[in-house]
């Protein structure tokens, strides 16, 4: 389940104030965070979207262009 998260508000969240503090978990990954403000919230989900591109291009990349012209030599096998 890619870009899911959830995310547990603590007792003192305060949003009149602007101030939130919980838990984050990335469902794929099981990578959290425990939180003390909204930035430190959108610097993890940030990252964490951003890993998850990358992750994805590497999956999706041509087997071909992954070895870019490197020579990989198999063992010979003797019968």
């Known amino acids: 389940m890619r870009g899911a998260y959830v995310v547990r508000l603590g007792p003192g969240t305060e949003p009149a104030r602007s ?3 919980g838990l984050v978990e ?4 099981y990578k959290r965070l425990k ?4 930035e430190e919230l959108l610097r993890f ?3 964490s979207f951003e890993e998850a591109l990358h992750r994805e291009r590497e999956l999706n990349q041509p087997k071909s262009d992954q ?3 490197e ?3 198999m063992p ?3 019968f």
């Open 19 to 21: 101030h939130f503090e």
């Open 26 to 29: 990335e469902v794929d990954t």
């Open 35 to 38: 939180f003390q403000s909204a």
């Open 45 to 47: 989900l940030g990252q």
């Open 67 to 69: 070895t870019m012209g």
């Open 71 to 73: 020579t990989v030599e």
């Open 76 to 78: 010979r096998r003797r």
